[in-house]
């Protein structure tokens, strides 16, 4: 069984495109979220797949109908932090606030308090370690937010990418981390667990890739943008390389999952979990 997940969040609101978009002007900007998220609840509810849900407090204070939605459908509402600050820029309280103010939203929407978490644009990194303290004092069950990768601003390229029980620096608990997908190659991790690259290579390469993870007997993590299902969303002059990946084949990755959805076996991140054999965690974090 493998996961797949999106991370819940209106266009404008990627860090690429931060040059462009102050925060003091995301409520002027008219939502496109539901014209992506209806096909893709549509597209999910076709093949009876359940997936993880990474909301944006931001977003489920504005779009509660949608928590909802997401909850009767039966899909896992996690959290992916209140306004996409990156881990980096924060010190150890802010993040939990962060936390907190996210749970908030969540919960005042109508899900259950969420146990997974997935940082913005994956600033776990060996430098903000600290970040599973706060996570396991807060009682979440599992983290998705270490990429083990090389790149310039994230990642923690020697970190095993199998799904692994990480114990909270301070020594009180551990926090299960289920990072995204990727393929050993070269003597490196490569990054196949989506965004940029599920549009950019071939879809069956990522089915291939999935099969070959699934046979070394590794579920793997998809996770996907709302925004990545909408061709029509107003461009925003980055550079050349940001503005490749950002807009390459919006207008294919509706039909892209729905090929993907066809191998059958996807999941909740949760339910990947419980199947690995982390159930007794999720019970309890419930009591
Ligand atoms: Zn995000």
């Not at 991370?7 to 495109?17: G, I, K, M, R, S």
Request: proline fraction near 7%; glycine fraction near 8%; include cysteine.
């Amino acid at each position: 069984m493998h996961a797949l997940s999106f991370d819940v969040e209106e266009y404008f609101q990627v860090a690429n495109l931060r040059p462009f978009v102050a925060r003091e002007d995301w409520d002027q900007i008219p939502s496109r979220l539901l014209l992506a998220m209806d096909p893709i609840l549509a597209l999910l509810d076709r093949h009876g797949v359940r997936a993880t849900m990474f909301f944006l407090g931001w977003i489920a204070e504005r779009h509660p109908e949608l928590v909802r939605r997401c909850v009767a459908a039966g899909h896992e509402v996690a959290s992916h932090g209140y306004e996409h600050t990156f881990v980096t820029d924060m010190d150890e309280a802010q993040f939990e606030a962060d936390l907190a103010r996210t749970e908030e939203a969540l919960v005042a929407a109508g899900a259950p308090k969420p146990l997974g978490f997935r940082a913005s644009t994956f600033t776990i990194t060996r430098k903000t370690w600290w970040a599973f303290d706060v996570l396991a004092r807060r009682g979440y069950v599992y983290d998705s937010s270490v990429h083990p990768v090389r790149h310039p601003t994230y990642g923690v390229p020697d970190f095993d990418p199998k799904i692994s029980v990480v114990e909270a620096p301070s020594g009180l608990g551990s926090v299960i981390e289920f990072p995204v997908a990727t393929l050993p190659g070269l003597g490196r991790n490569w990054p196949i667990g989506g965004g940029g690259y599920f549009r950019l290579l071939p879809g069956w390469f990522h089915r291939r890739a999935i099969s070959r993870l699934e046979r070394m007997g590794r579920p793997t993590a998809t996770y996907l943008h709302p925004w990545e299902f909408d061709p029509e969303q107003p461009r925003y002059p980055a550079k050349a390389s940001s503005r490749f990946r950002h807009y390459l084949n919006l207008d294919k990755t509706l039909e892209r999952l729905d090929r993907l959805l066809q191998l059958g076996g996807f999941g909740t991140m949760r339910e990947v979990l419980e199947a690995q054999g982390f159930a007794e965690r999720f019970e309890a974090a419930n009591r």
